[in-house]
């Protein structure tokens, strides 16, 4: 019993170390779709707003209220608000998810934020240039990590800094 225990284990072992794993390069060739973002500043924003929405009109008068915000009706008001916050949260989701990113060996990609995929091209850390309209952008991105189920990438741009979460997309058959 103890033969064939060990056997396994050194089949296995032989597997294991026979095995070749991708390097970031070669993990990151391919097409991935937005899966989830994280930027606290956005986060911060978004929270600030609804604790505004959770007090606004509460220390004021209704006649105060319509001189300040247009209405007296505040509860009407914070609803409006917070339809439209829901709304930009929803939006920001759906960027995330509509973003998707073609990554080729020869260095080449595709950025499709909508529908129209845009020409761009590549590097490790992740460099994206892109034509945009008549002008040309660059967006760098590090990668946090890439592997066959997932890849990390986070920006800093301006006042924004966060990461977003891709997952390979399947291409259609």
């Keep these: 019993m103890k033969k064939i225990i060990l056997i396994l284990l050194a089949g296995a072992l032989i597997s294991s170390c026979t095995e070749k794993k991708k390097s970031v390069s070669e993990a990151v060739i ?10 606290p500043e956005l986060e911060m924003m978004i929270r600030g707003q609804e604790m505004f929405l959770d007090t606004v009109g509460n220390s004021t008068t209704p006649e105060q209220n319509k001189e300040i915000y247009g209405t007296d009706n505040m509860e009407a008001f914070k609803a409006d608000q917070r339809a439209r916050l829901n709304k ?39 460099v994206l240039d892109a034509q945009v309209g008549d002008s040309m952008e660059r967006v760098v991105m590090d990668i946090d990590y890439a592997n066959d189920t997932a890849m990390k990438l986070r920006f800093n741009e301006q006042e924004f800094s966060g990461s977003v979460i891709f997952h390979p997309e399947k291409e259609k058959k």
């Excluded at 759906?94 to 091209?121: C, H, M, R, S």
């Design 30 to 39: 391919g097409k991935w779709r937005g899966f989830s973002q994280d930027n």
């Design 88 to 126: 930009f949260k929803e939006e920001q989701y759906a960027a995330t998810a509509n973003t998707v990113i073609t990554l080729k060996n020869d260095g080449t990609a595709e950025l499709n934020f909508d529908g129209t995929p845009q020409p761009a091209k590549w590097r490790l850390a992740l």
